[in-house]
């Protein structure tokens, strides 16, 4: 089992940045793909980005490609989402989540194949 751990989440106001954090614990000796998913009010939830185990693949949803990077460090079993040029459309509930993987380089934008779901942090984007 692997526990995740969102962070970092708040309101902030259009134009600006913010940092989220994903803490994992648990059963972090196992090789895990990450993914970011964010679910808005009223709305389904949506995939935001991914990345492989090892870091070197990512993939990015188009509403956030070039202004949202992902990143991770296994020393530490934590993944970061840098969120920039925010906007009142990335208002939600975000979402970290792990897929475990015997590849270094698989990651996944299919929310039914991630395992592991953290509990969610919010951040609100003012007009």
């Known amino acids: 089992q692997v526990q995740l751990v969102e962070s970092g989440g708040r309101l902030v106001q259009a134009g600006g940045s913010l940092r989220l954090s994903c803490a994992a614990s648990?059963?972090?000796?196992?090789?895990?793909?990450m993914g970011w998913f964010r679910q808005a009010p009223g709305k389904e939830r949506e995939f935001v980005v991914a990345?492989?185990?090892?870091?070197?693949?990512?993939y990015y949803a188009d509403s956030v490609k070039g202004r949202f990077t992902i990143s991770r460090d296994n020393a530490k079993n934590t993944v970061y989402l840098q969120m920039n040029s925010l906007t009142p459309e990335d208002t939600a509930v975000y979402y970290c989540?792990?897929?475990?993987?015997?590849?270094?380089?698989?990651?996944?934008?299919?929310?039914?194949?991630?395992?592991?779901w953290g509990q969610g942090t919010q951040v609100t984007v003012s007009s």
């Open positions: 648990g059963r972090t000796d196992s090789s895990y793909a």
């Open positions: 990345i492989s185990w090892s870091g070197s693949r990512t």
């Open positions: 989540a792990a897929a475990r993987t015997y590849s270094r380089n698989w990651y996944s934008t299919r929310s039914n194949e991630y395992s592991y």
